[in-house]
């Protein structure tokens, strides 16, 4: 019977790991800073600009893509892009690939030809950029991604591993974006 206790323990002990929550990136409260990501798509298409110095207080998502599927990329920019063209504060939102760059050229291709990224810059930065440390992301292949929502250059909201089919986490990151839009 002991034997049948510990073992139920030990298995307790390992699987609960896997339930612990997946953190990355910045919290409430924290500011973003400067990082010069190579833009393949959108507003900044062809340049390095810097998000937070080019767009200032401005309300803005970072969306940083780290393992995710191109499926969910596809319908955050276009969720996204109808929320920038929908703006009357100036919302602006970034898509951020984190790579080793060895598809970065399919990654330009793919969007630049998609209508879902006319509104939102696509860039990607080198995994060992430091931007990467500097905004805290997890780069772990249990991150797909992490998303900063903020204003003033100030967090609102980070949402890591966000899924664009799931109901529950549109509804959090369209609250985080009406939140940071009413910071005056």
Known sequence: MNRAIFAGMAVAAIALPAFAAVTSGLRAGDRVIPFHPTHVAGPDKGTDTCPPC???????????????????????????????????????????????????????????KNKAFENVAMAYIGKDDSAIKDYKLNTGPEVKNTVFVYSKRTIVDTIVNFDASNRAHVNKLNAAITKAEATK
């Open 54 to 112: 080019k767009y200032g207080n401005r309300p803005a998502v970072q969306v940083w893509i780290n393992s995710d599927t191109e499926k969910n990329v596809v319908a955050t920019a276009q969720l996204l892009n109808k929320r920038v063209a929908d703006s009357k504060s100036e919302f602006k939102a970034f898509m951020i690939k984190v790579t080793t760059c060895e598809n970065c050229e399919n990654f330009a291709k793919t969007a630049g």
